[in-house]
């Protein structure tokens, strides 16, 4: 097992290090050219074999990580530029969303859409298979909450729209909640089968947007701020544990797990990627049982280190003085 993470940029690069808790430890890898635009997200497969991109040159990657070269390319996978990416736990199903807020289903072995979907009515923010691979729900920039039949093809339900941006979303409790973050800065928490309205509400800041949320254990997600915070929020009571990592005044873009649970990574517009160790946070329980701590694929970006974590590790992407490439990033 190699411990690799992989960063893209708006420029549509696409670069792979090698990290440790030692900042010494931290070697680029290669880069690759991937996207003609913006690399909009990235997912490792559960085997840890290939790499997914999307960007907003419409286009989806699959990049073989013996060789860190492009496998495969579909150029013109959506109408549409490509916003986000999920995968179910066992790498059979690929879903897509674009800036309009359609969504496709893709059978990976095949390579071909089985399912497409036009719920949405503005980007798709986020999309979250279940664990069994049978629904996906979806939020979108238009305040809707979607619940698709991935059997099927059809929509399960769709909640009433809520008056802000859905940016983000988390599934709890042995999924029978749906954390939903806003660009308002509150989460709205939904039953899930219950999707017409959320059963609660939490403002989570007060003058800034929810960026990423991801679980670490059945009732506490870590949640992702516009202000550059990481912060443990446990759900149902719902209040602020601590603040685990802090970026320089500059939004969160993305958060993620290490393959083990012990390092929370992220990736923000300073274009640094940190690691601050989250060892003491994370339980037995972080993810469901059925998908393996070596099997577990989640984003990360924007992040920095207060909140006294045990310890913080930065790897500094800046080559030059340029602050203009946001970072997105895997890690496997």
Not at 37 to 46: G, I, M, V
Not at 146 to 161: E, F, H, Q, W
Request: proline fraction near 3%.
């Amino acid at each position: 097992t190699k411990d690799i993470v992989a960063l893209g940029d708006v420029l549509g690069t696409l670069d792979f290090w090698r990290y440790s808790t030692d900042e010494i430890g931290n070697e680029r890898i290669c880069g690759v050219r991937a996207h003609k635009k913006a690399l909009r997200a990235l997912e490792f497969s559960p085997d840890g074999r290939h790499l997914y991109t999307i960007g907003s040159d419409k286009a989806i990657n699959v990049v073989d990580v013996a060789t860190y070269r492009i496998a495969n390319r579909m150029r013109h996978a959506h109408d549409a530029a490509l916003y986000s990416l999920a995968q179910t736990s066992d790498g059979s199903l690929l879903a897509t969303g674009d800036d309009t807020g359609i969504i496709k289903v893709w059978d990976v072995r095949q390579r071909q859409v089985v399912h497409e979907f036009e719920e949405l009515e503005d980007f798709a923010s986020q999309l979250i298979f279940a664990e069994d691979g049978k629904q996906l729900m979806a939020v979108g920039g238009c305040g809707f909450v979607c619940a698709l039949d991935v059997t099927t093809g059809k929509l399960i339900a769709r909640s009433d729209p809520l008056d802000a941006d859905l940016t983000s979303a988390a599934l709890i409790k042995h999924e029978q909640m749906l954390v939903v973050g806003t660009d308002d800065g509150d989460l709205e928490l939904f039953k899930v089968g219950d999707w017409a309205d959320p059963v609660a509400r939490f403002q989570l800041h007060a003058d800034c947007g929810v960026q990423a949320l991801l679980p670490i254990d059945s009732t506490r997600i870590l949640s992702a701020g516009e202000d550059g915070m990481v912060r443990v929020v446990s759900i149902e009571p719902t209040r602020v544990e601590t603040v685990v990592a802090e970026h320089r005044d500059v939004p969160v873009e993305r958060i993620a797990l290490s393959r083990d649970c012990k390092l929370l990574g992220s990736v923000g517009h300073d274009n640094v990627l940190l690691f601050s160790d989250i060892a003491h946070l994370t339980h037995d329980d972080a993810l469901p049982p059925a998908r393996p701590a070596s099997e577990r694929r989640q984003f990360f970006s924007g992040l920095t280190g207060a909140g006294a974590p045990k310890k913080s590790v930065v790897v500094d992407n800046n080559d030059d003085d340029d602050d203009d490439e946001d970072l997105d990033l895997d890690d496997k």
